[in-house]
C-alpha cells in the first residue's frame, strides 16, 4: 500500500511532533519526514530515527510536504499559522496538535482560504509527564482518543469528504488512535475538565505538601506510591502549560469553582455517612475509566 502521504514536516519534534514522527516511520515508512526545531532538538530526532531531514528554517521544512503537523506551544502555533498558510502546498493538509482548539482554530480561519491547503484542528489526547525527544514513543497515541474538529455548520462523525481528511483519519486509526470528532467550543470545556483541571490539582497538591514538610523532611519522607500516582502530572513544565491556560482560562475558572465546591462539600461530609456515597461514587467513574483502557 502506498504512503498516504508523501512528505509530512512535523513542525516541532518534541514529545508530541517526535512521536508522531516515530510513528509515521513504523506505520508509513515510505513516507519521507522533515522536521523543523532547533539544531540540537533536530540532531536528537535524527539520532532516534524520528526524521529523514530537518531545518532551523520553516520553508525548507514544509517545501513540497503534503502533511504538516504543528506540534508546538499554541501562541507559536498561531503565530506561525500564517506564514504556513501562504508558503506550503496548495495541496497539502495542515494539522495541529494543541491541547486548546478555539485560539487556534479561530487563527487558522483567518489565513486558510476556502480552497487551496486545509487546516484541520487536531488533539492527540495522549503525552507524559515528561517532555523533549528523549521521552517520544512511537506507540504514545495506541489506545488514545484524538480529537478532530469540526468546522462550523458541520455535524456528525468524520463530517468532511475532502480526501486529505480522509486519508488522515486513516493514519490516526493505523497509529492506533480512535478518531473523535467535537467542535472548537465543547472540546475546549472537555479538555478543561479531564486534562487541565487534573494539572492544576497536582500542582495544588505538590503545593500543600511541600508547604507541609518540615526540616526533618516529613511528611514526603513517608510517603509512599500512592501521592506519586497523584503527583505525577506535577513533573510537566509551566512552559507546556502556560499557552493551554492562557487560551483557556475561561473554562479552566468554571472548573475550579466547581472542583472547590466539590471540596467544600467534601469537608462537611468528613463525619457523615454520606462521604461513603462520595467515595463509592469515585470509584465508580474510576473503573468507567479503567474498562476505557
Known amino acids: 500500500m502506498s504512503a498516504p502521504f508523501r512528505r509530512a514536516a512535523i513542525l516541532g519534534t518534541g514529545l508530541i511532533g517526535g512521536s508522531f514522527a516515530l510513528a509515521l516511520r513504523k506505520h508509513s515508512p515510505d513516507t519521507v519526514i522533515a522536521g523543523w526545531d532547533k539544531e540540537p532538538i533536530l540532531r536528537h530526532a535524527r539520532e532516534r530515527g524520528a526524521i529523514h531531514e530537518g531545518s532551523v528554517d520553516l520553508l525548507p521544512a514544509i517545501a513540497g510536504a503534503d502533511l504538516v503537523f504543528l506540534a508546538l506551544p499554541v501562541g507559536l502555533t498561531i503565530e506561525i499559522l500564517p506564514e504556513v498558510a501562504r508558503r506550503v502546498s496548495q495541496e497539502a493538509l495542515v494539522t495541529d496538535a494543541s491541547s486548546t482548539k478555539r485560539a487556534v482554530c479561530a487563527a487558522a480561519a483567518d489565513c486558510f482560504a476556502e480552497k487551496g491547503p486545509l487546516f484541520l484542528g487536531g488533539h492527540p489526547m495522549a503525552g507524559k509527564e515528561i517532555s523533549g525527544i528523549a521521552a517520544a514513543d512511537s506507540e504514545l497515541f495506541r489506545g488514545a482518543k484524538y480529537a478532530l474538529i469540526r468546522q462550523p455548520g458541520e455535524a456528525g462523525n468524520a463530517p468532511t469528504r475532502d480526501a486529505r481528511v480522509v486519508k488522515f483519519i486513516a493514519l490516526v486509526e493505523k497509529l492506533g488512535a480512535e478518531p473523535v470528532w467535537l467542535s ?98 469515585a470509584g465508580d467513574l474510576y473503573k468507567i475509566l479503567r474498562d476505557l483502557g
Open 184 to 281: 472548537a467550543e465543547t472540546h475546549d470545556r472537555a479538555a478543561a475538565i479531564v486534562s487541565h483541571l487534573p494539572q492544576l490539582l497536582a500542582v495544588a497538591l505538590a503545593g500543600v505538601v511541600r508547604g507541609q514538610t518540615d526540616e526533618t523532611g516529613l511528611p514526603v519522607t513517608l510517603a509512599g506510591r500512592g501521592l506519586r500516582d497523584a503527583l505525577r502530572l506535577a513533573g510537566s513544565p509551566y512552559s507546556v502549560w502556560r499557552d493551554i491556560i492562557l487560551t483557556n482560562s475561561d473554562n479552566l475558572e468554571r472548573a475550579l469553582d466547581q472542583l472547590i465546591q466539590a471540596l467544600e462539600q467534601l469537608r462537611g461530609e468528613l463525619r457523615t455517612r454520606a462521604l461513603e456515597e462520595e467515595f463509592a461514587a
